[in-house]
């Protein structure tokens, strides 16, 4: 069983800037990565799947890389609506896996 | 536009049975896995369950197994997830969502269901 592990917890940034946000797997996922924003009080949004690629009508501030078990989203240019919570996810094995999430707050 | 939409939550005593449903537009609904993610108050994210399209291959994690089962009518375009068994931890927010081995694409606006006597 495959272990999502996200840091950090919570990010602090102010509007303008970048955020950085990590994930690790505890064995390799190869490329099969998502990350999720979720709003306070909304459903999770498909951000990135494929480790890098974006979902449909994600803008391109929004980036991901990394394969194997180290993973980042990178978010340039934070606007008001980025600050939400971020998960990970892999989807290489059964059981699906999530990160705990990354809490990206208004510096 | 991919809709997805849950009913079925309620509140129901520990070791009940629950029912959720999920009514789903706007793609062909054979062509996806269909999948249920749940979200305790305060916590993160965990699967649930799983799928196929044809509707002959399920999954669980170990939390539910034994306890939930999935099926799905692709002839209403429905998913079904039966919740037998259930435990104060099992209270959360529901989700529906088009997908399972390949991330999650669509979401629904989710259903709660609360555990307790």
């Known amino acids: 069983e495959k272990v999502m592990t996200q840091s950090p917890a919570t990010l602090s940034v102010s509007p303008g800037e970048r955020a950085t946000l990590s994930c690790r797997a505890s064995q390799s996922v190869g490329s099969h990565l998502a990350w999720y924003q979720q709003q306070p009080g909304q459903a999770p949004r498909l951000l990135i799947y494929g480790a890098s690629t974006r979902a449909t009508g994600v803008p391109a501030r929004f980036s991901g890389s990394g394969s194997g078990t180290e993973f980042t989203l990178t978010i340039s240019n934070l606007q008001s609506g980025d600050f939400a919570v971020y998960y990970c996810q892999q989807y290489t094995e059964w059981p699906l896996a999530f990160g705990g999430g990354t809490k990206v707050e208004i510096k | ?117």
């Open chain 2, 1 to 117: 536009e991919v809709q997805l939409l849950e009913s079925g939550g309620g509140l129901v005593q520990p070791g009940g049975s629950l029912r959720l449903s999920c009514a789903a537009s706007g793609f062909t609904f054979t062509n996806y896995a269909m999948s249920w993610v749940r979200q305790a108050p305060g916590k993160g994210l965990e699967w649930v369950s799983s799928i196929s399209g044809s509707g002959d291959i399920t999954y669980f994690p170990d939390s539910v197994k034994g306890r939930f089962t999935i099926s799905r009518d692709n002839s209403k375009n429905t998913v079904n997830l039966q919740m037998n068994s259930l435990r104060a931890e099992d209270t959360a927010v529901y989700y529906c969502a088009q997908g399972g081995g390949s991330g999650f694409d669509y979401w629904g606006q989710g259903t709660l269901v609360t555990v307790s006597s």
